[in-house]
């Protein structure tokens, strides 16, 4: 039994969301070039984290990443009413960031964040 490309994913983080969604199902995953990542010194290796699964699971997990895919996040509704009472969602000129695409940012922010915490931890160290 051979395993096939199922997700290509943006990095480890994610990788490891859809690996565990997926063992949520009960279908097995795994992560292949998840430590090539830094291949290329301090710039990320694109293209290269991958979520492989059995062929035979191929369409119940593509089933399972797509539906989480489409599932918008759980947001708390006092946010909600300030952000539709904002004077900011009146105007024509600025568009709000689809909910999916807003979690998928905010993930990318926080990894961003963390290692410019690690590289000045390191640096300072040195």
């Not at 983080?13 to 199902?25: F, K």
Request: no cysteine; proline share 2%.
């Amino acid at each position: 039994m051979s395993d096939t490309l199922l997700y290509q994913a943006a990095n480890t983080i994610e990788a490891n969301m859809i690996v565990d969604v997926l063992g949520q199902a009960g279908i097995a995953a795994r992560i292949q070039g998840e430590y090539l990542q830094g291949g290329i010194g301090e710039l990320q290796a694109l293209g290269v984290v991958r979520v492989m699964v059995a062929e035979s699971d191929y369409g119940s997990a593509r089933q399972v990443v797509d539906d989480w895919d489409k599932a918008e996040p759980v947001i708390d509704a006092s946010i909600e009413q300030a952000a539709a009472s904002s004077d900011r969602l009146e105007s024509a000129e600025w568009a709000p960031i689809p909910k999916a695409t807003a979690s998928r940012v905010l993930w990318g922010v926080l990894i961003g964040a963390v290692l410019a915490i690690a590289v000045l931890l390191v640096s300072a160290s040195v």
